[in-house]
């Protein structure tokens, strides 16, 4: 008996305690409607027309995907053309600062069959394989407002979000939430 009696009190403390927290949960701008609709029907009716009312927005997620793909023979001569004008210039340059070295004109012929750093391009690969980056925006509309029906308390529980009508709102974080502005009830 005593088993029983601690349990029923431990239950009324905890719903006691649901109960206030609940309500402290429940936003200021709430409109719980005193009507009661004759059916659930008519209840249903209403609360559809209320969410209808209440208008859309849309979110939008961004997603970006690596892939590795071959390189193009267009590509590779590309490449190729670019490492080959690269190692001109870097010729050119060494052999500019040699003839300025130079002290006579024996000096300045040596300077024409080229320094020995200047022949280090050969060992240059080119690429076989690319990373490429695809960017997706996906865009979904919301109702502003939705409406569960609770059968238990014979009402349609419905909440308005704090979202503008229209908005675009991004969604960077995963199990980010955007939060409810009203509660509303229409019972039968």
């Given amino acids: 008996m005593a088993v029983v009696g601690s349990g029923l009190v431990g239950m009324l403390v905890y719903a006691g305690l649901f109960y206030s927290n ?3 949960t429940v936003p200021v701008s709430s409109e719980i409607d005193d009507s009661i609709y004759q059916s659930r029907e008519q209840a249903e009716t209403a609360a559809n027309e209320w969410i209808s009312l209440g208008g ?3 979110v939008e997620t961004l997603t970006t995907v690596r892939r590795t793909v071959p390189v193009t023979a267009i590509e590779k001569k590309k490449l190729k053309s670019q490492i080959e004008q690269s190692m001109r210039k ?3 340059a060494e052999y500019n600062r040699c003839l300025q070295r130079a002290e006579n004109s024996l000096a300045k012929e040596l300077c024409s ?3 020995p750093e200047a022949a280090v ?4 690969k080119i690429p076989q394989k690319k990373t490429i980056q695809d960017r997706k ?10 409406c569960a029906d609770d059968q238990e308390l014979r009402s349609f529980e419905c909440i308005e979000l704090d979202v503008a009508r229209g908005e675009i709102v991004s969604l960077s974080e995963e199990g980010e939430e955007i939060p409810v502005k009203v509660f509303r009830q229409f019972r039968y």
């Fill in 22 to 24: 609940a309500k402290r």
């Fill in 121 to 124: 391009g050969d060992d240059v």
């Fill in 56 to 58: 859309v927005y849309v």
């Fill in 90 to 92: 870097k010729i050119e």
């Fill in 113 to 115: 069959f080229g320094p």
């Fill in 137 to 146: 925006v996906r865009t979904i509309e919301y109702q502003r407002r939705e």
